[in-house]
């Protein structure tokens, strides 16, 4: 799995317990996944579908630094599955985990549509792929 975003916890990212609100950090992930996603199918119109159970491993605190990692566990006709991990930086300890995320492909209409991708692509094979066209 690849950690490519990090994150610095900040004073207004926390909850009334002075830990990581659990919102913010959905929203990073979920953020961090759309890209994901767009990146491997190439196409800016995803969106969320389903996201599975969430476990909330362990507090994160002020001055924290979190990376968040995913990679792509099954590419469908319409849409890819993702899992999730965000962890401390530093001490690499977990912090969340979510096993599936699913996105789907839409068309200019809308609808899903397939996206004809069957592996994960690489940034470095894409830019390969660049020199031989
Ligand atoms: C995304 C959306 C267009 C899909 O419509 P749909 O009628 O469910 O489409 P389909 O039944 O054709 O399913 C599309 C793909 O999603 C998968 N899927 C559908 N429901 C799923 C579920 N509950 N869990 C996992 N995968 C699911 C299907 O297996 C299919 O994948 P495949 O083509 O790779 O086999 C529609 O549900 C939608 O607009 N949802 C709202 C999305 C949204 O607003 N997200 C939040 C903001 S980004």
């Given at each position: 799995?690849?950690f490519h975003t990090r994150k610095w916890v900040?004073?207004?990212?926390?909850?009334?317990?002075?830990?990581?609100?659990?919102?913010?950090?959905?929203?990073?992930?979920?953020?961090?996944?759309?890209?994901?996603?767009?990146?491997?199918?190439?196409?800016?119109?995803?969106?969320?579908?389903?996201?599975?159970?969430?476990?909330?491993?362990?507090?994160?605190?002020?001055?924290?630094?979190i990376e968040l990692g995913i990679t792509a566990?099954?590419?469908?006709?319409?849409?890819?599955?993702?899992?999730?991990?965000?962890?401390?930086?530093?001490?690499?300890?977990?912090?969340?985990?979510?096993?599936?995320?699913?996105?789907?492909?839409?068309?200019?209409?809308?609808?899903?549509?397939?996206?004809?991708?069957?592996?994960?692509?690489?940034?470095?094979?894409?830019?390969?792929?660049?020199?031989?066209?």
């Amino acid at each position: 799995m690849n950690f490519h975003t990090r994150k610095w916890v900040k004073p207004e990212d926390l909850n009334p317990n002075g830990t990581l609100f659990g919102g913010s950090l959905l929203r990073w992930i979920d953020e961090e996944a759309a890209i994901y996603a767009i990146v491997q199918l190439g196409n800016q119109r995803v969106v969320t579908k389903y996201i599975s159970e969430i476990n909330f491993v362990s507090a994160s605190r002020q001055g924290d630094i979190i990376e968040l990692g995913i990679t792509a566990t099954e590419f469908g006709r319409t849409s890819i599955t993702l899992t999730c991990e965000v962890r401390n930086k530093i001490t690499r300890k977990s912090i969340l985990t979510v096993d599936k995320m699913v996105f789907v492909n839409l068309g200019e209409d809308g609808l899903p549509a397939p996206h004809g991708r069957t592996e994960i692509k690489y940034v470095k094979d894409q830019f390969d792929d660049e020199k031989k066209d």
